[in-house]
């Protein structure tokens, strides 16, 4: 009896929390892109029918002091874009930046297409660059009704981020580096040990090495002509080309909600705040395009 009574307990609690996250507004499989409900959501809020609130999973978000509310604006503008598409509002890197960033090129089994690609000034994948170089500013933003402070350089508007490892000023995911412990795993162009670590302040912010992620910026029918019966002539539904180059983006959507974040070093499982994820949003940690339960995504374009 005791047992049963808490079977029915634990459900009601389960459907209580099902029923906070559909008042909410939380997306479920169906709607699965909602970034107000991600990392990616900076602003600063504190209301929960809004996305997730201050210090809920999110290392970075704007100052709790200031008024920087809106979601879209720190990726986003529809006036003074810089690229125009997709109405970029960061700021975007100068001349020889994509150029300096090193690629994946070191497997044997790679097409000699995915081992001479360059990224170049036109590459979408600077988008997830400019801020996860580990080096470029998250918090400068080239239209903004609201500035915390100004970029001298360029006027453009500085939103300042809460948090104890951040301040006012320009702020880099990078200079989030506390020790030899922290992986910093926002940063994708530190310089890592063998056990993944980042070991130091200047190797966080170093920022152009991405020879241990996957190749990126070359054209996939190229590779795919050079590696019959390994590619796939054509990816599968869900994996996206630009320009027919794989991009960071063939494989990531960052308005993805698939239920969890980070706070510090500590991944939080936003079940454990009433908002609620099925499995089949689980499958698209971290902001995967595709499932890749099973490698789904992988054998999307590898034919193992």
Known sequence: MIAKRMKMIAAGI?????????????????TVTDVRFTVHNLSNNNDPTKGLTQGEGRNY??????????????????????PAVPLWNKVYPGAGYAEGFRLYTSSATLSNTAKAAKLTASSESLLCLSCHDGKTAINVLHNSS???????ATGDAIIDIDGTLTGAGKFAIGDLWIGATSVNAPNLGALRDSEGYIPSLAASTNGTNL???????????????????????????????FGGRVECSSCHNPHI???SGLAGSTRIDYASLGLYVDAAQRERTPFLTVSNNGSKLCLGCHIK
């Open 211 to 241: 020879t241990d992620d996957h190749p990126i910026g070359f054209s996939y029918t190229a590779a795919a002509a050079e590696k019959v019966g390994a590619l796939k002539p054509t990816p599968d539904a869900g994996i996206r080309l």
């Open 14 to 30: 389960f459907v209580i929390a099902q029923a906070a996250g559909v008042a909410l507004g939380v997306p479920t499989s169906s």
């Open 146 to 152: 609201y500035r915390d402070s100004s970029d001298g």
């Open 61 to 82: 978000n704007a100052s709790s002091t200031g008024q920087a509310d809106q979601v879209c604006i720190f990726c986003h503008t529809p006036h003074n874009a810089s």
């Open 257 to 259: 909600y698939y239920g």
